[in-house]
């Protein structure tokens, strides 16, 4: 019963990302064809486009009543991220040089975004309040981030409103753009109903296995859910773009801890119900990401064995959550 669970988490996991990335393609080049401006194509596709796999659990999982496993899912992602998906990239592809000082400030916000919602949270609850700090921190990130596209935006906005140039090109649709629209429409129904076949799977599993639902989402939702950051990162280093791939990584836990985990708080309140598991996942996380600082700082890069280290650490965090 229990790997019957597990092969169908991944199952749908996969559907889950690949519907996400048909979402992705669909809004990239609808934006283009209706000249949604730069801002617009960057902050939604590239900054969350590997997040949206657990923005849609969360968001799932908040309106199913279990906001517990989108908690999980999410810290589990960022020490994934840091660890798993770092480590087994930079292991399989060598060394990763780090090139220039672009990394000093996502490093400091990804650091102080991951903790946050765990400061939050030690009086044992995410509120809505907690949530909407949360949404409010992502927002000074993403302001932070394009504040030079603002004028870009301002301008474009002067000439035609991007919402009068919507209706305007849906009155003059061609057939390349009814496609894109087919799959945009088609991918978010794919998205929302793996997200939902998800949440009941972990539901179950937890149920089956007798362990917390925030331990499913912490440990085997998480695993699939960061398979884009992986797919990313091996494309980015195999293209020698190692500013992607850490730009991703960092990006994605940001994303992850503020808009994701702000809007489930939001939405429905998170109870921190398995305590121990989360205090565990809490230091792990602050632990591995000072160490992966550590080690791209002292020598700007990541060696293989470095990248290995990683990974053990991983290994050792997931067996500590199961003892």
Avoid: C
């Avoid at 998906?85 to 060394?95: D, E, Q």
């Amino acid at each position: 019963m229990i790997p019957a669970l597990i092969f169908l988490l991944f199952f749908f996991s996969a559907i889950l990302i690949k519907s996400a990335e048909m979402v992705i393609v669909a809004v990239r080049r609808l934006a283009h064809a209706l000249q949604a401006g730069v801002f617009a194509i960057s902050a939604l596709v590239l900054a969350i486009g590997t997040s949206l796999p657990e923005l849609f659990v969360g968001l799932t999982s908040a309106l199913g009543g279990t906001p517990n496993l989108s908690f999980g899912n999410v810290l589990g992602a960022n020490i994934a991220n840091i660890s798993l998906v770092a480590g087994l990239s930079a292991f399989i592809t060598g060394r990763v040089n780090v090139v220039g000082d672009y990394l000093k400030k996502d490093v400091f916000m990804a650091l102080v975004a991951g903790v946050l919602p765990l400061l939050l949270a030690i009086d044992g609850r995410l509120s809505r309040v907690d949530g909407l700090i949360l949404l409010a921190t992502y927002g000074a990130y993403v302001t932070s981030l394009f504040r030079e596209r603002y004028l870009e935006i301002a301008e474009e906005h002067k000439k035609e409103s991007f919402f009068v140039g919507l209706l305007h090109q849906v009155n003059h649709v061609d057939m390349a753009k009814a496609r894109n629209y087919g799959r945009l429409f088609i991918g978010l129904a794919l998205v929302l109903f793996s997200a939902d076949i998800i949440v009941r799977l972990a539901k179950q599993f937890a149920s089956v296995a007798n362990i917390p639902v925030f331990l499913v989402g912490l440990i085997i939702l998480s695993i699939g859910t960061t398979l884009p950051e992986l797919a990313f990162s091996f494309k980015s280093l195999a293209n020698r773009t190692p500013s992607m791939f850490f730009g991703n990584i960092l990006g994605s836990i940001i994303a992850n801890s503020t808009l994701v985990i702000g809007l489930v708080a939001t939405i429905a309140p998170v109870e921190i119900m398995a305590l121990d598991e989360n205090i565990i996942a809490g230091i792990a996380f602050v632990v591995i990401f000072l160490l992966f600082w550590l080690l791209i700082r002292t020598k700007h890069r990541l060696d293989r064995w470095e990248a290995g280290f990683l990974l053990l650490l991983y290994l050792i965090f997931v067996v500590v959550e199961f003892l």
